[in-house]
């Protein structure tokens, strides 16, 4: 059983920067594919980014790139991602969730990731 614990949210002003973490605890930890996705109040859950576990492969979504930096850590079973620029926009609970090999759906599909965080709050002041 994997278990996803994130950290790092908060409340921060317009072009504050925030880093969030997601450790995962298991006794084998080796997914294919890592992935931050965020849910704004009242909109759907969207994939903001996402990192191949081996090779640090990554993709980013058109309204976070050039601002958000997702990066693991394989020895502490760790991803983070780096948020800079905030924008109220950006206000959302931020999910991370771990998916195996590709399987038909795209990695910015949910159903790409077998394992899900409880979420952390981000709240970005204008």
């Known amino acids: 059983q994997v278990q996803l614990v994130e950290s790092g949210g908060g409340l921060v002003q317009a072009g504050d920067s925030l880093r969030l973490a997601c450790a995962a605890s298991a006794r084998t930890f080796s997914p294919y594919i890592m992935g931050w996705f965020r849910q704004a109040p009242g909109k759907e859950r969207e994939s903001v980014t996402f990192i191949t576990w081996t090779g640090g492969n990554t993709s980013y979504a058109d309204s976070v790139k050039g601002r958000f930096t997702i990066s693991r850590d394989n020895a502490k079973n760790t991803v983070y991602l780096q948020m800079n620029s905030l924008k109220p926009e950006d206000t959302a609970v931020y999910y991370c969730?771990?998916?195996?090999?590709?399987?038909?759906?795209?990695?910015?599909?949910?159903?790409?990731?077998?394992?899900w965080g409880q979420g952390t709050q981000v709240t970005v002041s204008s």
């Open positions: 969730a771990a998916g195996g090999p590709f399987r038909g759906s795209p990695y910015s599909s949910q159903r790409a990731y077998d394992y």
